[in-house]
Nanobody, 122 residues
Framework: QVQLVESGGGLVQPGNSLRLSCAAS????????MAWFRQAPGKEREFVAA????????DYADSVKGRFTISRDNAKNTVYLQMNSLKPEDTAVYYC???????????????WGQGTQVTVSS
């Protein structure tokens, strides 16, 4: 079964923007914190951003703070990642994840999507 599906990745030049989307099932999305992670080739998966169940509380990795914005539309069961001022070091597969509950502070994610590739290169 597919519970999380990422989309919106692609190839962009440094300084440009992309908006990633993650469409989830109602059971996966409702009442749960959501997050984005990324993994570059040969490296460990790293945290990017998270949003709590209502969208009122967010957290970001220092490397993306001020450039990326996470948001959610609970009516559409979708979480977004707006990525501005992209850098080559942002190149990675980006994964959407759903937490066990609605709070970002617990840092436990139970469900994962298959990922979408983001490549930043000139």
């Amino acid at each position: 079964q597919v519970q999380l599906v990422e989309s919106g990745g692609g190839l962009v030049q440094p300084g440009n923007s992309l908006r990633l989307s993650c469409a989830a099932s109602i059971r996966t999305f409702s009442g749960r914190a959501m997050a984005w992670f990324r993994q570059a080739p040969g490296k460990e998966r790293e945290f990017v951003a998270a949003v709590n169940w209502s969208g009122g509380n967010t957290d970001y990795a220092d490397s993306v703070k001020g450039r990326f914005t996470i948001s959610r539309d609970n009516a559409k069961n979708t979480v977004y990642l707006q990525m501005n001022s992209l850098k080559p070091e942002d190149t990675a597969v980006y994964y959407c994840a759903a937490a066990l509950n609605g709070f970002i502070e617990e840092h436990v994610y139970a469900d994962w999507g298959q990922g979408t590739q983001v490549t930043v290169s000139s």
